[in-house]
């Protein structure tokens, strides 16, 4: 079955550091995409970025970037020089196929709650 | 603006008080769904819809009702709402999810409480 795990419950970091909140995917699709989310204290939920299986290039937003490794079935995401405003809960999700089709529903972790002190 | 708008953001109710919640986007999405989202148990899909008309259960569609007659609007229906109902709930929309995997834009949530 597939499963997306966030070991990483909480972490507490203090304004100006750099954080990376893990995630660890399993599937047995060949072909398959995988997503991060934030979910800031207000409450709705933020698309951050979509990334398929065929390509491992790593990804740069602003100070968000992302490293993805298929051969540990990873997808970490890395903040650089945090601020406040990052504080969220942050959830990797995983695309899911059934048979061949695809039905839109991703496979959520359980979410890293990032808090980012001033 | 683009968004997604869910009703109501907050409801208290009481046990087999049927119940709707309300989901509407302005994107022209062709896919819509819902989710839920419970405390340890992360977000899980509870029905979606490919297009117009086609609908198809998620991961937990027990207890729960879901209608596509127009592009914009995917209400979730509770016909007699338990106390396990109790929780957040997201609608999404994205555009066709046909081809690949799309990123979903969310509502706000619904929080609802079900005595």
């Known amino acids: 079955a597939q499963k997306v795990t966030q070991a990483q419950t909480e972490i507490s970091v203090v304004e100006k550091e750099d954080v ?7 599937t047995r699709d060949t072909t398959y995409y ?3 989310y934030k979910q800031p204290p207000s409450g709705e939920l933020v698309f951050l970025i979509r990334r398929n299986s065929f390509d491992e290039q790593n990804e740069i937003s602003g100070r968000y970037s992302w490293n993805f490794q298929k051969s540990t079935s ?12 990052d504080s969220a809960v942050y959830f990797c999700a995983l695309s899911e196929l059934v048979g061949s089709s695809n039905t839109g529903k991703l496979i959520f972790g359980q979410g890293t709650t990032l808090q980012v002190k001033p | 603006e683009a968004q997604v708008t869910q009703n109501p953001r907050y409801l208290i109710t009481v046990t087999g008080k049927k119940l709707t919640v309300t989901c509407s986007q302005n994107m022209n999405h ?3 769904s819902w989710y839920r989202q419970d405390p340890g148990l992360g977000l899980r899909q509870i ?10 259960k998620g991961d937990v569609p027990e207890g729960y009702k879901v209608s596509r007659k127009e592009k914009r609007n995917f209400p979730l229906i509770l016909e007699s709402p338990s106390p396990n109902q109790t929780s957040l709930y997201f609608c999404a929309s994205s555009l066709s999810q046909e081809l690949a995997p799309r990123e979903l ?5 619904s929080r609802l409480t079900v005595l």
């Open chain 2, 47 to 56: 029905y979606y819809s490919m297009n117009v008309e086609v609908t198809d």
């Open chain 2, 105 to 109: 834009f969310f509502g706000e949530g």
């Open chain 1, 34 to 36: 995988l997503f991060w």
């Open chain 1, 74 to 85: 990873s997808f970490n995401f890395t903040i650089t020089a945090s601020q406040v405003v």
């Open chain 1, 20 to 26: 990376t909140l893990d995630c660890v995917y399993e």
């Open chain 2, 30 to 32: 062709e896919y819509m």
